[in-house]
């Protein structure tokens, strides 16, 4: 069975600080992990995906996550929030091979609010 | 443009309808899923669907239904039977037989019983 844990279902910052939302995973099996974007009233967007290559994995608009097999995390960062980094944010975890391969499972979410 | 296109985008049912969420992708994917979303408690799994003609129930599929006829196409039908349809539903789709592949997300369509 596979779960996600993102701590902080809001996390606040000021423009141009550092945003870090947190993701821990459980799974039985080697994962493929994915942050998705979703902004209000909209479906989601991919913004990385770790499928076991490089451990950090750069993504679209500046962010990036590091996959650390040791704390079973895959925390999103990027140096300099932008007011236009407001939104929603879901990390997932797939099964890498096996029948469920594609499947997504989910975790709760993380507003983030950029303050001017 | 290729995409998914879901519709409509708001749903008004009334007690003891069924109502039919459509949606369509031109993306050539193989495998289709819709998902529930609901405040604070992230995505869940309805159904998925891998090829033609086969689908697999998932996380919460009571009180729904699906069929996949055509490659592109993958309605979903909430029947009278769901106690508590209002929710924000989102299909996507993705490649078939690689792990690892990016699931694609339509704009969702926003079901509201009334």
């Known amino acids: 069975a596979q779960s996600v844990t993102q701590l902080g279902s809001h996390v606040s910052v000021s423009e141009g600080a550092l945003v870090l939302l947190r993701c821990n995973y459980s799974?039985?099996?080697?994962?493929?992990l994915f942050w998705y974007v979703q902004y209000p009233n909209q479906g989601l967007q991919l913004l990385l995906k770790y499928t076991s290559a490089a451990t950090l994995v750069k993504g679209i608009n500046g962010f990036e996550a590091e996959f650390k097999k040791s704390e079973t995390s895959f925390h999103l960062t990027k140096p300099s929030a932008h007011m236009s980094d407001a939104a929603e944010y879901f990390c997932?975890?797939?099964?890498?091979?096996?029948?469920?391969?594609?499947?997504?499972?989910f975790g709760q979410g993380t507003i983030l609010t950029v303050h001017p | 443009d290729g995409g998914i296109t879901q519709s409509p985008k708001y749903l008004f049912r009334k007690e003891g309808q069924n109502v039919t969420l459509s949606c369509e992708q031109n993306?050539?994917?193989?495998?289709m899923y819709w998902y529930r979303q609901d405040p604070g408690q992230g995505l869940r799994l309805i159904y998925y669907s891998q090829i033609v003609n086969d689908f697999q129930k998932g996380d919460i599929a009571e009180g729904y239904s699906v069929s996949r006829e055509k490659k592109e196409s993958f309605p979903l039908t909430v029947t009278s039977a769901q106690k508590n349809p209002t929710a924000f539903y989102l299909c996507?789709?993705?490649?078939?037989?690689?792990?690892?592949?990016?699931?694609?997300f339509g704009e969702g369509s926003w079901l509201t019983v009334v």
């Open positions: 996507a789709s993705s490649m078939y037989r690689t792990s690892g592949n990016t699931i694609y």
């Open positions: 997932a975890v797939s099964r890498a091979g096996g029948t469920s391969y594609g499947k997504l499972t």
């Open positions: 799974s039985s099996v080697p994962p493929y």
């Open positions: 993306l050539n994917h193989d495998a």
